[in-house]
């Protein structure tokens, strides 16, 4: 079929790009995960992040960020270094090691559409990557890319949770890959134990409202005594990404625009 064809020469092109993975799921709109969204709103656990507000339905229907969309394609992207900072010195998220992944990523994206565009036809698409109201772990989990840890974090079982999701819709129907059913964080709590701040919740409830990245992020006005609890981080958080016994599987990324600057 036509949309197998396509499906493949995507997934291709994609990993000629640098993205470790690509899945592909219908779009529609995400009903369990609006629901989810909302009461995670209404518990205040997105702090002063008021622009989680903004866009409700659009955040959990692609169908409206572009017209005619038929496909959510996302793709991940390795960011895990080959060498961490000491213990001792302000810490930064490892994500934050290289030059800034929005611009990165999108640049990839815009060349992965121009791909399509030549290689197939007239194909209306949006490429997003952290910066546009789309749930990207929720389409991760659709796609079959992972399932989502009790930490918030996407999880894929041979390499961890240290990659960037980015997602590119488009008015294009292809081979639907099958979702991630099964959770593989067990009766594990390592992510749990180790937040100094609390912020993950045992019932997978991430209180945003408490996490370190927020507070190093986000914020304009720090509290004092939370400050106290930071141990070191300057930028981010990753102590629920540390202490996950998957990311013994992660491998270091080859993107030059990504190591240590």
């Not at 927020?214 to 981010?236: A, P």
Request: proline letters at 3%; a negative charge; one cysteine or more.
């Amino acid at each position: 079929m036509i949309s197998g064809r396509n499906t493949g020469l995507i997934k291709n092109e994609a990993a000629r790009l640098g993205f470790m993975q690509c899945g592909i799921s219908k779009a529609e709109r995400l009903n369990e995960d609006a629901d989810r969204l909302e009461k995670w709103l209404k518990q205040g656990f997105h702090g002063n992040m008021q622009y989680m507000e903004n866009h409700f339905d659009k955040r959990v229907d692609p169908r409206l960020l572009v017209d005619g969309a038929r496909s959510v394609i996302t793709l991940l992207m390795n960011y895990y270094p080959d060498q961490v900072q000491e213990q001792g010195v302000p810490l930064v998220s490892k994500y934050a090691y290289g030059e800034d992944y929005h611009f990165v990523i999108r640049k990839k994206l815009y060349e992965l559409l121009d791909f399509i565009q030549k290689e197939i036809g007239a194909v209306n698409g949006r490429g997003f990557v952290d910066s546009a109201p789309v749930l990207e772990r929720s389409w991760a989990v659709r796609s079959g890319l992972g399932w989502i840890g009790k930490n918030g974090n996407l999880i894929h079982r041979q390499s961890g949770s240290f990659f960037f999701i980015a997602t590119l819709i488009v008015d294009l129907e292809l081979d639907y890959d099958t979702p991630h059913v099964k959770d593989y964080c067990g009766t594990c709590n390592r992510c749990v134990e180790a937040c100094p701040t609390e912020a993950i919740l045992p019932d997978k409830t991430v209180r945003g409202d408490q996490c370190i990245s927020y507070f190093t992020i986000e914020l304009k006005s720090l509290d004092f005594n939370t400050n106290l609890k930071w141990n070191d981080w300057m930028f981010g958080c990753d102590i629920c990404q540390d202490v996950c016994p998957w990311n013994r599987f992660a491998k270091a990324q080859d993107e030059e625009v990504f190591h240590p600057k």
